[in-house]
């Protein structure tokens, strides 16, 4: 049972370049959020997702697209990466009965 | 709206002396709210939450916070620091119904001093 797992831990993009980080979650939760950390700011929600199928807009969206295909998973997709992308970005999933969040490990992305 | 401010970024206490972590929120219905902690390189690991049940709250590790309504306030306390404390700490507040996102504050970073 690994609970929210993020794929990659870890990236470096050139400026312009695109990429999709995956989460996958093996708790049957309904909820999926992804957020961004960065110092002094703490976590900020990019997109977020209430089912399959279905996507919404966070507090940060501009320069992140998501998608919601199946329950298990939420990929985040940087189009053209900016050196502002550089972040560490969490996946989060909440139970359609309960209000906690459970979080991945995180994927560290450094924009050169 | 709701929204978190967590005072002072840094925190820094005597291993054994009291912990005290402020975080205040705004929310516009009865609130939900959490404290997480977060070691290096790690994700955010749940401490103790708050749902409307007793305004006292006991959490992982000795932790525990209270729900304070009319200072809208949610104090993270343990009365004993250990070494092993040392980590950032998250309040976060939820509203708990459509989207149920939680809105996290800034974070404070404990440091615990032999």
């Known amino acids: 049972n690994a609970g929210v797992t993020q794929t990659p831990k870890f990236r470096v993009l050139k400026t312009g370049q695109s990429m999709t980080l995956l989460c996958a979650q093996d708790?049957?939760?309904?909820?999926m959020y992804w957020y961004r950390q960065d110092p002094g700011m703490g976590l900020r929600l990019i997109h977020y997702?209430?089912?399959?199928?279905?996507?919404a807009k966070g507090e940060v969206p501009d320069g992140y697209n998501v998608s919601r295909l199946k329950k298990q998973n939420f990929l985040l997709g940087l189009e053209s990466a900016a050196p502002s992308q550089t972040s560490v970005y969490f996946c989060?999933?909440?139970?359609?009965?309960?209000?906690?969040?459970?979080f991945g490990q995180g994927t560290r992305l450094t924009v050169v | 709206a709701q929204s978190v401010t967590q005072l002072g970024s840094h925190v820094s206490v005597s291993e054994g002396a009291l912990v005290l972590l402020r975080c205040n929120y705004s929310?516009?219905?009865?609130?939900?709210l959490f404290w997480y902690v977060q070691y290096p390189n790690q994700g955010l690991q749940l401490l103790l939450k708050?749902?409307?049940?007793?305004?006292l709250v006991k959490g992982i590790n000795g932790f525990e916070a209270e729900f304070k309504k009319s200072e809208t306030s949610f104090h993270l306390t343990k009365p004993s620091a250990h070494m092993s404390d040392a980590a950032e700490y998250f309040c976060?507040?939820?509203?708990?119904?459509?989207?149920?996102?939680?809105?996290f504050g800034s974070g404070t970073r404990l440091q615990v001093q032999p």
């Open positions: 708050y749902t409307s049940a007793a305004t």
């Open positions: 929310s516009s219905v009865p609130p939900y």
């Open positions: 976060a507040v939820s509203e708990g119904a459509g989207r149920r996102a939680l809105t």
């Open positions: 997702s209430v089912g399959e199928g279905t996507t």
């Open positions: 989060a999933t909440i139970s359609g009965g309960r209000t906690e969040a459970f």
């Open positions: 708790m049957n939760h309904e909820y």
